[in-house]
């Protein structure tokens, strides 16, 4: 099945359209309007620099669902030491910055110039969302993503000293469950991510929990301002 290039018109092909790689189309722009679009269907950009846009929708998709959160004893201790100070939207532009630095064993980056820019806007717009992770006055790690409904589609993660991007993850799941959101899209299949509980789903799971999701109101703005910082403790798994 050849890859669809999609027009000037915000619009994308059925998501079973993907080829087996989850690829589904190439082409049009970063608007705020297309990616919203895009995010609503289950689809999301991910490509390098030098490459077209790429539209992809995974078969399956890696999914964490709240309540199945692990947290281990190990990152129970850090948390509770108190090493770090976890915000939420203090430094989005920050975050996304560092999540584009080198990675062991890849010699680029996906998050294009292109890609930021994007992303700050969607920020802009209360709808991109970032959690911080502070040493100190030090930025140590954190992650972005983007909220719809009851869906929060994590993009990427960064940390700086070990840990703490999990306690980023952790603190962000701890008050979505308190919101009462029904799932953190993490798009592929990552080690780092099962070990914290997420796994893999049908991609017509994905999208049938999704529809359900998108019927209640996105959490919009600045969520500094109306998330606490201090989370629930996490269960034991």
């Known amino acids: 099945m050849p890859v669809y290039r999609l027009p000037e018109a915000v619009r994308f092909p059925p998501v079973d359209h993907a080829v087996k790689s989850g690829l589904l189309a190439v082409g049009g722009d970063l608007s705020p309007e297309r990616l919203l679009a895009a995010y609503r269907e289950g689809i999301f950009p991910w490509y390098g620099d030098g490459e077209p846009i790429l539209w992809w929708s995974p078969d399956p998709r890696f999914v964490l669902f709240p309540d199945e959160l692990h947290v281990s004893r190990s990152m129970r201790q850090f948390l509770k030491k108190g090493i770090v100070r976890i915000t939420f939207d203090r430094d989005f532009r920050g975050v996304i910055s560092a999540c584009r630095g080198p990675r062991p064993g890849q010699d680029g980056t996906w998050i294009t110039a292109e890609m930021r820019e994007a992303y700050c806007v969607l920020h802009d717009l209360g709808y991109a969302h970032s959690v911080e992770v502070w040493q100190g006055e ?100």
């Open 138 to 237: 030090e930025l140590a790690g954190g992650l972005y993503g983007v909220s719809l409904g009851r869906a929060f589609f994590g993009e990427s993660m960064f940390s700086a000293i070990p840990n703490a991007s999990k306690a980023a993850l952790i603190t962000l799941v701890a008050q979505l469950r308190e919101r009462g959101f029904d799932l953190i899209d993490c798009q592929v299949d990552t080690a780092h991510l099962a070990g914290l509980g997420a796994r893999p789903i049908p991609r017509r799971t994905f999208r049938t929990l999704l529809q359900r999701s998108l019927g209640h109101e996105t959490l919009r703005g600045n969520w500094g301002k109306t998330i606490t910082t201090k989370p629930e403790k996490p269960t034991e798994s």
